[in-house]
């Protein structure tokens, strides 16, 4: 059974930092793209964050380029957010997502796994 599970997400003042990770299981196949997607309420879910592990590649919102880091443990089963200088427009439900395919970082649908998501709230 294949799992995604978020943590780390919390409430925190503008310009501060947060570590979100997404420990995964079950796979039944290696993970191509492993990516961070957010959804603000009232938004569209949005891409954040993309690591194609196998090119070592790594893709950004321009939102967040600069301020936000995507990484993966050592056992390749933990996905990690790091999020420094928060603003406030980064509120939102986040969710780490992942597929067996090339996907790209702007269209969401067509990751197959997806966690449950966990809430980032950044006030000012």
């Known amino acids: 059974q294949v799992q995604l599970v978020e943590s780390g997400g919390d409430s925190v003042q503008a310009g501060g930092s947060l570590r979100l990770s997404c420990a995964t299981s079950?796979?039944?196949?290696?993970?191509?793209?492993m990516a961070w997607f957010r959804q603000a309420p009232g938004k569209e879910r949005e891409g954040v964050a993309a690591?194609?592990?196998?090119?070592?590649?790594?893709r950004y919102a321009d939102s967040v380029r600069g301020r936000f880091t995507v990484s993966q443990n050592n056992a390749k089963n933990t996905l990690y957010l790091q999020m420094d200088n928060l603003k406030p427009e980064d509120t939102a439900v986040y969710y780490c997502a992942a597929d067996r395919l090339f996907r790209p970082l702007a269209n969401p649908a067509l990751y197959t796994y997806w966690g449950q998501g966990t809430q980032v709230t950044v006030s000012s």
């Open positions: 079950g796979f039944p196949h290696t993970m191509f793209s």
């Open positions: 690591l194609y592990e196998a090119t070592s590649t790594t």
